[in-house]
């Protein structure tokens, strides 16, 4: 039996990434992926501004902290939460420590979820054929 796609990210606390197959590119939850690499870049892009607007940054970081949430990406909501009390102090340092860190688990995800939908594309292309 196979992990509904839910369940498979809640508990390897992992967040949708953009690398998929390209039949896979309509589902939701793989558009709003697409999207978090392109926020941590504008995270990153926003720690090299002088003088750092860390309001704005907050912000943006509480948006992807939610959105991570919401798609049982716990430990990438987990930093989000450590990035917002560093931005609270205005601790640039720590920042973009932690933005680093969000790249990271962030790439770990995006080849996981990789290799989960091509497993789910061959399970499927199985049950077309017949293969149980």
């Known amino acids: 039996m196979v992990t509904p796609p839910v369940q498979v ?3 390897r606390h992992w967040l949708l990434s ?19 690499g392109a926020k941590i870049d ?6 090299t501004l002088n003088p750092v607007d860390y ?5 943006l970081v509480h948006q992807f902290k939610g959105s991570s949430a919401s798609l049982g990406a716990h430990t990438i909501a987990q930093l989000c ?13 720590a920042c973009a ?6 790249k990271v688990a962030y790439a770990d995800l995006q080849t996981k979820l990789g290799e989960y939908m091509r497993l789910e594309t061959h399970r499927k292309q199985c049950l077309a054929a017949g293969m149980n």
């Open 97 to 102: 420590m932690l933005q680093q860190q969000l």
């Open 9 to 11: 990210l809640q508990s």
């Open 42 to 47: 504008k995270i990153g892009q926003m720690l």
């Open 81 to 93: 939460i450590q990035f917002r009390e560093r931005c609270q102090q205005q601790d640039l340092a």
């Open 18 to 36: 953009a690398p998929v197959p390209a039949q896979h590119d309509a589902c939701p939850a793989v558009q709003r992926a697409q999207d978090s």
């Open 55 to 59: 309001h704005e940054l907050d912000q």
